[in-house]
């Protein structure tokens, strides 16, 4: 029945643990092994110009729902402008007022992005069906003529779409394309053009500006790209070539025509877009993307708090998991140590020293406190001063180690001032009692085994996945706990037991004696 | 490794975690356990319910107590000085005489004064206890071994540890102290651990660090096959102990003194599993058995009976 209650308590606790992290990985895109990189892009606008000494408005369009793309952060750079940002439709605009603007302004919107295969398009509601434009003769002749021609060659929405683009950007143009092509003088006008062309065949469609991110982007424009609904999505088409879908790497800064930045109060402003990539690891941009999802899971992490504490739990975090060990060492295969968790603090001290250099440091200063503690023993020293002076005589052993050590260019003892002189001092006196009362034999078992376990904990708790894994997913003690508990209830032989009661098999079964 | 532990659970051989969590957490309730490791307020209790002990001499509580612990000691010429916490015989010294100002160890070594007082300022200290923490010093009467044992334990004390579970007795060793032991009876430090069939009292071969053997490695004698002296009542007295401390799995360890007879050393209330390699019968045979009589009877000679007539 306890067993019972045991089993569905670890249970719960080790789903919930796993379950928690899994979601974390999931849904926040949060590695489970640590150091992996990911591209991040820093795009930047920059908005310049000249001030009348009057008060000066500025709207400037930002970029909203960024298909593909996670925002991580997000910088106004404006100096004493006032700032506000408001949604219309489906694009953002950043408002910038000023009561003065003097000589030549300069304002900055800069946005770090990271690629999110999970954020693709949005599915709105479909648009409404266009009205056809009317176009005067012989305009409206030539596009009927186009639009014809192009509905003969065509299945759907998408394939009509390409043909006419592709008959509209021809190398070798026919009169009726020559002369709508007289209509716009540049890459923007034209693609409105095709918008307008598309809507006398009732198609709804809308023009997309973005930055096409490849290497690095400097004093770069925003390109056009066209896109029409076919009733369920809105598909995108390169306006100039008739090739169907986004460019890699392309960031939607706004949706539909217009102007891209407004100005009220000085003179005209001109855009420049420039970007830069980097690699970030993944870990932050997993904390920036949960951040923007407002998930109080990982606001409430590890990594808010100050990197002091942080450091600490990064290593505290890692203790659980060498309790565990100890009791499997010690309850499974029934190895003996001095001190319950002893080992686990030398594991810990270990990871100062580095392992070789701590397992010879920790054997010498034993093996020298031992010899001093046994010297001290014929003195006849009451328990407690005993303990304080094999402390005192560790800590001289430690700084002559250093102090030789270091005249040898071995910096790397230096760090023996955190090895826990507390527990060596014990180790000494746990070992020297186990020594008297039990000899030789018993006291270097338990040595040997407190070593031992203290290896093995060292391996594991700096183990670099482990430690990533407990300190990204602290729910995952939860499940450590979990596991804990079941051992607890671990009622089969150790495994030194089936050597120590060996003996019992020499004797007869005891169903063939009575 | 498998098959091993397949052969050592048919023959019904507890592991540590199984004593630990199927038996002392159960059975013995927590808070019984300082009263079991505190050897002298076991002793009181022992004597208020007229439970055989050895007598005590004095007790060494301070400091200040060792300087005039020799005078108190008076003209007592042996007599056994141990630590009230203290386990598995640790820091126990045994005086068996005085030569004028010496006093001679069970090994025969001698010893001065101060190193007497010494041993026991190290007792106060709380060398020997359970946790370092201060103890008290118990002086007691030495028991002189049954002449039964002459021939078979090499100085000290042979005991006989009694495991008594819910008060029947199911399992008991007689522990014979050797040159490798120091004279202590602890299987652990060498001492020769031999089986007690629970009916009939007769022992069985002996276990020696992980060897049998039927005689003693000292003295050659044979220990197999000898009627323990006062069986009955080394039964009855183990069975009696358990009712007085309120703990369901003990140890009981007794001698048998040759003038007065069994008499109850201490209790334990985590007794080992060596008792299992003793009598080459694993524990649980017994303790299931035990456990699943639903019928404990309130004297200790019919828990006793039961025992003879159901144990094996």
């Known amino acids: 029945m306890r067993d019972m209650k045991l089993r569905v308590l670890a249970a719960l606790l080790f789903i919930g643990g796993v379950g928690l992290c899994l979601y974390k990985v999931s849904v926040f895109g949060l590695p489970l092994s640590p150091g992996q990189d990911e591209e991040v892009w820093t795009v930047q606008a920059r908005i310049a110009f000249k001030g009348a000494g009057k008060p000066a408005k500025v709207q400037f369009s930002i970029p909203n729902e960024m298909p593909g793309f996670v925002t991580l952060d997000e910088d106004f750079i404006s100096g004493n402008y006032g700032l506000a940002t408001e949604i219309k439709r489906e694009n953002r605009w950043a408002n910038w007022a000023v009561r003065r603007a003097n000589g030549p302004q300069t304002l900055y919107y800069r946005i770090s992005i990271a690629r999110d295969d999970n954020s693709n398009e949005l599915l709105g509601p479909p648009p409404p069906f266009p009205q056809a434009p009317v176009y005067p003769e012989p305009f409206n002749s030539a596009i009927k003529a186009i639009l014809e021609d192009v509905r003969s060659e065509s299945a759907d929405i998408a394939t009509y779409t390409r043909e006419l683009l592709i008959q509209l950007n021809e190398d070798k143009p026919n009169e009726n394309v020559e002369l709508l092509r007289g209509r716009a003088n540049n890459d923007e006008a034209w693609v409105y053009e095709i918008g307008e062309v598309l809507k006398g065949s009732r198609i709804p469609n809308r023009i997309v500006y973005g930055l096409e991110l490849n290497q690095s982007v400097n004093n770069a424009q925003l390109k056009p790209w066209l896109q029409v609904h076919n009733g369920r999505s809105w598909l995108s088409f390169n306006p100039l070539t008739g090739e169907q879908g986004l460019p890699e790497n392309f960031l939607v800064w706004r949706i539909g025509d217009g102007p891209l930045v407004w100005i009220d109060g000085a003179g005209a402003a001109e855009v420049t877009f420039s970007a830069a990539h980097n690699y970030r690891e993944i870990i932050d941009i997993a904390r920036k993307r949960a951040e923007r999802l407002d998930s109080y899971l990982v606001e409430a992490s590890l990594f808010n708090l100050p990197l002091e504490t942080q450091n600490v739990y990064r290593i505290l975090m890692m203790v659980p998991l060498g309790a565990l060990l100890v009791v499997i060492l010690r309850n499974v295969v029934g190895i003996r140590t001095f001190g319950t968790f002893m080992p686990v603090l030398i594991a810990l001290a270990f990871r100062e020293t580095q392992l070789l250099v701590g397992i010879m440091l920790f054997s010498l200063i034993v093996a020298i406190g031992l010899a001093i503690r046994f010297y001290l023993d014929r003195l006849m020293l009451l328990l407690v001063p005993r303990l304080a002076s094999v402390l005192t005589i560790v800590v001289i052993m430690m700084i002559i180690i250093s102090i030789v050590s270091n005249q040898f260019g071995a910096n790397r003892t230096l760090s023996v001032a955190l090895f826990p002189m507390v527990i060596l001092a014990m180790t000494i006196e746990r070992m020297s009692i186990v020594w008297e009362e039990l000899g030789a034999g018993d006291a270097l078992t338990e040595g040997a085994g407190s070593l031992f376990t203290a290896i093995l904990g060292y391996l594991l708790m700096t183990n670099e996945t482990l430690n990533h894994l407990f300190f990204v997913f602290p729910e995952l003690l939860f499940s450590l706990l979990a596991i804990t508990l079941l051992f607890g209830r671990y009622t089969g032989y150790r495994l030194t037991e089936l050597w120590r009661f060996r003996a019992a098999l020499k004797f007869d079964r005891p169903e063939q004696k009575s | ?312």
């Open chain 2, 1 to 312: 490794m498998i098959s091993w532990a397949r052969r050592l659970r048919e023959r019904g051989i507890m592991g540590i975690n199984q004593r630990n969590a199927e038996f002392i957490m159960p059975y013995n309730p927590r808070d019984q356990f300082p009263l079991v490791d505190d050897k002298l307020r076991t002793k009181r209790l022992a004597i208020e319910n007229g439970i055989a002990v050895p007598e005590l001499y004095a007790t060494v509580e301070i400091e200040h107590d060792v300087y005039s612990m020799l005078d108190t000691l008076g003209d007592h010429s042996s007599f056994v000085i141990k630590p009230n916490n203290g386990s598995g015989g640790n820091g126990v010294l045994v005086i068996s005489g005085r030569i004028g100002k010496h006093f001679s160890k069970s090994s025969g070594a001698l010893i001065n004064g101060q190193q007497v007082q010494r041993h026991t300022s190290n007792i106060l200290s709380g060398m020997y206890s359970l946790g370092g923490v201060p103890d008290t010093a118990i002086i007691e009467y030495r028991v002189e071994s049954d002449p039964f044992f002459d021939g078979i334990s090499y100085q000290g004390v042979p005991d006989i540890r009694v495991i008594v579970f819910r008060g029947i007795p199911v399992a008991s060793m007689l522990r014979l102290p050797t040159r490798d032991s120091d004279g202590k009876a602890n299987l652990h430090q060498g001492a020769v651990g031999v089986g007690i069939d629970i009916k009939s009292g007769i022992t069985r071969k002996g276990v020696r660090a992980n060897d049998m053997t039927t005689v003693h490695p000292d003295t050659f004698q044979p220990i197999d096959g000898l009627q323990i002296p006062h069986w009955d009542s080394i039964l009855t007295l183990a069975s009696r102990c358990s009712e007085l401390v309120g703990l369901s799995y003990i140890g009981v360890d007794i001698v048998v003194d040759r003038s007065k007879g069994p008499l109850v050393l201490e209790l334990n209330a985590r007794p080992g599993l060596n008792v299992q390699l003793a009598t080459g019968r694993g524990l649980l045979l017994n303790l299931r058995t035990v456990q699943q009589m639903e019928y404990i009877p309130a004297s200790a000679e019919a828990r006793v009976a039961l025992a003879c007539e159901q144990l094996g």
